[in-house]
């Protein structure tokens, strides 16, 4: 025998240990309670429901999320007593999470984001920012935010490097149904 077939079966191994392996980013689609709102999130999220003050009073904030591939993915959720305040909410939400995040003043892009099956189509940003997190070290964050009717919407990406492609998989998975 060669040792060319004798290789064979140390290589298939080899082959069969490496897919074995689960990938860093395993999609699957998820739809946050009680919305009209279907994503991708590349793990298992978990749940967590908390109140925080939006538009000026106590709102429950439902957020479902995960962590694969060195990067934090979430989705957030709140239902405002009025589709009128929806714009306000959505800015001020915005501005704290540069706060938290410690963007740089003038440090943020924001570009318009599409996001599907909504009548008239919703008015979505994407914003993108460097900052720090709490222990100083870098963060690069991207979040969009966006309203369907009194239901104002946060999803977010947070890495120490963003990575394009999970990203562009992440947010281009936003619609409604």
Known sequence: MSSRVTALPAVLCLLLAVGGCSPAF???EIRPDATRLA??????????????PLGGQATTLSMQGCDAGDATFAVAVATLPDAAGAAEVLT?????????????PGSSRTTALRVS???????????????KRSDGSA???QAAYFADGAQVFQVVMYADKVNAEAAETFFSSLRFE
Request: net charge positive; charged share 10%; glycine share 6%.
């Open 26 to 28: 395993n999609w699957r």
């Open 39 to 52: 994503l991708l999130l590349p793990c298992k999220p978990d749940k967590a429901q908390k109140q925080v």
């Open 92 to 104: 001020q939400w915005q501005a704290a999470t540069l706060a938290n995040m410690k963007a740089a």
């Open 117 to 131: 099956g909504v009548n008239p189509p919703a008015q979505a940003v994407l914003v993108s920012a460097q900052g």
């Open 139 to 141: 963060v690069q964050g």
